[in-house]
């Protein structure tokens, strides 16, 4: 099965400033998909930013950008101009192209200072 | 707006007795999932309906059942809740092979065992 590692358990930024969450994964298939989701507190589960795998271009979601670094499995997350709104739980997320499951990362808990 | 809803929101069940938690969803996705989620924790997947198709993990305790009778409904029973098996259940959908390929997921059913 396909791993997903979140290395930074919890990080905080400075309201206004920009902070980079990390994920790296294993996998040996050549196509899938990575996402972010977010989950604020006691609030649902939403998706922030997706990536195909064969896509060279960096997704970008408004303030919200990631760097794909597909041979060092490595799929980061940039959140600009960081906002109260922005506090929550992140997950990296990776699904194969030929099945159905999603591999979640252990979560980055993201607080803002205002 | 097309969505995905689970009841209820919040379920306290006693030790031992059997408790059924409702997802449907009017997105008209052919996969269903079903994750419990402890506090701080990525959620972790219980099973997925591929259309018809049950996919049971590896390590699900035998507790845990599901039924999916149609394409919009779905249900997850706990036949003898344990004090452990307090939790939020997340129910989530995705399309398979076709257009986007994230998971919408529902605000959720937090579980209380007394």
């Known amino acids: 099965a396909q791993t997903v590692t979140q290395s930074q358990p919890e990080m905080s930024v400075q309201e206004a400033e920009t902070v980079t969450l990390s994920c790296t994964y294993d996998t040996s298939e050549s196509d899938y998909y990575l996402f972010w989701y977010k989950q604020p507190p006691s609030r649902q589960m939403i998706l922030v930013i997706r990536q195909e795998a064969y896509k060279q271009q960096n997704a970008t979601e408004n303030r919200f950008s990631v760097n794909f670094q597909k041979a060092a499995k490595s799929f980061s997350l940039k959140i600009s101009d960081s906002q109260l709104g922005d506090a929550a739980m992140y997950f990296c997320a990776y699904r194969s192209a030929n099945g159905n499951q999603f591999y979640f990362g252990t979560g980055t808990s993201l607080t803002v200072i205002p | 707006d097309a969505m995905v809803i689970q009841n209820p929101r919040y379920q306290v069940t006693q030790f031992g007795k059997p408790v059924t938690l409702s997802c449907s969803q009017t997105l008209n996705h052919n996969v269903m999932y079903w994750y419990q989620q402890k506090s701080s924790q990525a959620p972790k997947l219980l099973f997925h309906?591929?259309?018809?198709?049950?996919?049971n993990e590896a390590d699900t305790p035998d507790n845990f059942q599901s039924r999916r009778p149609n394409t919009s409904f779905c249900f997850l029973d706990i036949r003898s809740p344990g004090l452990g098996d307090a939790a939020m259940y997340l129910c989530?959908?995705?399309?398979?092979?076709?257009?986007?390929?994230?998971?919408?997921f529902g605000p959720g059913t937090r579980l209380t065992v007394t």
């Open positions: 989530a959908t995705s399309r398979d092979r076709q257009g986007v390929r994230e998971q919408y």
């Open positions: 309906y591929y259309d018809k198709d049950f996919n």
